[in-house]
């Protein structure tokens, strides 16, 4: 049996934001829906691009959010995703390694180039996000390395990594050689519309336990149930998942598991300045908790902190010392 | 006689920043001068590169985020530089016209890849830059569209422009065309080591009256004349410039004229994140009150609010509307 050389294993797709401000009416006049991820091909990215304001690009994909995070509270994490060796690609290398996560997928020398997300923030620091999943389409299940798989206390699948198709495979073959070896599996929904795209795949994946903890926001969970109604859609996934982490934004997160209901209040933010990122961090900091033997309402704390950090500041890597942050809250040690 | 279709044009290196945080002590180990900019290779940016932290790109050059300021308080700005036709080039290109700044520069299909500025920003906000110049090099008199030029009220060039050796032509080239139209030409010293590097050519530019308006830093005045006395510095300048702008930091700014000089104090600043781009954003708010009829004592009162702004955040293009702070401010109307 491997040691447990890392704490959180993320995989997902491998993208660089691009981040702009605009106006609402910006997202009307284009037809966006609010806070939510659309895929868009290379001839709508350009047109988008050609059409938004000035960006600041910074890496980005959410589970690789996730990694730069637990990282941050100084855990052990990897992640796996797919980049071409162009100038992105080379980006994003460069600063998930910097951010201290182990990453080694081989680069694509061929095919579509490196991912990007076009992201608006609108005024009211909410973001509307366009991803070109380019090659992290090619994300297969020969770029998941049975060893690194092996050896991480849990690996956390991100939902839109079920948009690639290719991806798919990566995901289920991850997930089955994690539990041959006695780890767990997360996943987090992802998205409202990307639960509405897999919904009968998603529920399947929950109810055959081929993930053992499961991530959402109030509105991917309603929409999993297809009920507006918040109560009735968490009573349905106490009974469908092993275990869950449900965020609700200044509400507070609750951690579902056999033993009950564990609930925590939204960390105290001075302004919003941009949401990007608040649920990949949440996770990070729950995740970083969970692995190292917090109790969960500590690990649901740990990630309303990290949550909180990251949406008081542009894009979603943290700017800030997250460990220092996590310590003078008393979270960690 | 043309129309003034232009009220600034700037002409400078097309640089695209990447800005990571970084502690003093990567400073000294990296045998860097802090609140400088240093010149490096391509094989020194790599090095550099690969040792430091995880970055955040945003189109840059001083002279380009001057133009850019000069847009964001709504007067018309125009931008002359070199980038390749490489994904930064595309970037810079982007941004800059998203901005609202004319620009039509070609960009290169050979040769070396799109200038970029490699910028260590220390706990104090202060920062620390190093510029490998890759295309900006290859900016020639040819690109220095004479129309252009002389649609322009004012002219602007950095000195940073000096370094790559083509350039200095493109740089004298403009100047000529700008005084035959009866245009005004300005340089800003860009750096202290800059000065160092081109001391007497800076001079003979000033005192030949190459130049009609000079902006520097109390540092750069001092190297000019290597003298560590400011008011000995000053002194020197008023014989040698027809005008100029004289900015102190914390201690407020001067313009000097033949009429005599007029003082302003900084703009209060809550905190401090980020230095980059503090004397680019000064330049754009004086070159808008300068070129659109405002007293001198007012247009020193634009340029201290937009140098106040670009330090509260980071990066040297604005992400807050800079117009709106200037109205409310009372400085525009």
């Known amino acids: 049996m491997s040691a447990h050389k890392l704490d959180v294993l ?8 691009v981040l702009a401000r605009a106006e609402d009416d910006f997202l009307a006049a284009n037809g966006m829906s609010k ?8 001839t709508q990215a350009q047109q988008l691009y050609a059409a938004m304001g000035p960006g600041t690009e910074v890496s980005g994909g959410s589970a690789a959010n996730t990694a730069v995070g637990v ?18 690609g080379k980006v994003f290398g460069h600063d998930i390694r910097a951010a201290g996560v182990a990453f080694s997928t081989p ?26 999943l380019g090659a992290a389409q090619d994300l297969t299940a020969a770029d998941i390395d049975a060893a690194i798989v092996e050896s991480a206390t849990i690996t956390y699948l991100e939902g839109y990594l079920w948009d690639p198709p290719a991806a798919k495979e990566a ?19 992802s998205d409202a519309f990307c639960v509405d795209r897999y919904r009968g795949e998603f529920l399947e994946l929950i109810r055959s336990g081929t993930v053992d903890l499961v991530f959402c926001n109030e509105a991917e969970l309603k ?12 009573t349905h996934l106490k009974q469908d998942a092993c275990e869950a982490v ?75 010392n997250l460990l220092d942050l996590a310590r003078e809250g008393g979270l960690l040690s």
């Open 10 to 17: 993320a995989i997902g797709n491998a993208i660089v934001d």
């Open 35 to 42: 806070g939510s991820m659309a895929l868009i091909d290379e």
């Open 71 to 88: 990282a941050a509270l100084g855990a052990r994490a990897g992640f796996i995703g797919k980049v071409k060796h162009d100038g992105l």
């Open 107 to 132: 680069a694509a020398h061929e095919g579509a180039s490196t991912a990007r997300c076009l992201i608006l923030v609108t005024p009211d620091g909410e973001r509307t996000m366009n991803t070109y």
């Open 171 to 189: 995901f289920l073959t991850a997930a089955k050689i994690a539990h041959k070896a006695h780890r767990k599996v997360a996943l987090t929904l």
């Open 223 to 234: 929409s999993l149930y297809e009920t507006a109604d918040y109560d009735t859609a968490l």
């Open 246 to 320: 449900v965020t609700r934004s200044e509400k507070g997160a609750s951690f579902i598991s056999a033993e009950g209901i564990v609930r925590v209040p939204a960390y105290p933010v001075h302004k919003v300045v941009d949401t990007t990122g608040a649920g990949d961090l949440f996770a990070a900091g729950f995740l970083t908790g969970y692995t190292t033997g917090l109790e969960p309402a500590e690990s649901l704390r740990l990630g309303a902190l990290a949550a909180g950090e990251i949406i008081s500041q542009i894009g979603a890597r943290p700017h800030r």
